[in-house]
């Protein structure tokens, strides 16, 4: 693919920090798709990419975030909520930005740390089932964080203020 290509810029995986799911399979197509999401997640603070099951919201998530690498400095982090419930939405946020649980700062608070004014990326897979736990979430760590940026994938629109619907 050409050197300006979203596909391209996967392969700058190594040395950037992240925590991005390997692909078992090629991604095709949907350059455009790519193209505009990126876009939207580099403008806005909040995008939320909804469409039904099965859709490729997750697919296309993941090769975002791998093409967005070099536009965020603290990095691009991956939280897998499909697999977990309201009470395991926190410990998830936690693990995918390598904060402890056992840290008695909050999860706002240790975010901020983490970032140290350096932009990041929290990808947030999966919402649908969590989306009011998850939104909560979202929204106090994005009043905490102006540096970080969030793209969920969802059924559901989260019903955040400033949340970008795509």
């Given at each position: 693919p050409p050197a300006n290509s979203s596909l391209a810029l996967i392969t700058s995986l190594e040395g950037a920090p992240h925590n991005l799911p390997a692909s078992l399979s090629p991604f095709i197509g949907r350059l455009d798709e790519i193209s505009k999401l990126a876009q939207?997640?580099?403008?806005?603070?909040?995008?939320t990419a909804t469409g039904s099951g099965g859709a490729g919201k997750t697919r296309?998530?993941?090769?975002?975030?791998?093409g967005l690498l070099h536009q965020f400095a603290a990095g691009v982090w991956w939280a897998e909520l499909a697999p977990v419930g309201d009470d395991d939405v926190e410990a998830t946020?936690?693990?995918?930005?390598?904060?402890?649980?056992?840290s008695?700062?909050?999860?706002e608070d240790a975010t901020v740390a983490l970032l140290d004014g350096r932009s990041a990326l929290l990808i947030v897979d999966n919402c649908e089932h969590v989306a009011v736990t998850a939104a909560d979430l979202v929204g106090r760590l994005?009043?905490?964080?102006p540096d970080l940026h969030v793209l969920a994938t969802s059924r559901v629109m989260l019903d955040?203020?400033?949340?970008?619907a795509w």
């Open positions: 939207l997640v580099g403008a806005e603070r909040l995008v296309l998530a993941q090769q975002v975030g791998a946020f936690r693990a995918a930005l390598g904060i402890s649980e056992a008695a700062n909050s999860i994005l009043r905490a964080a955040l203020p400033g949340e970008c």
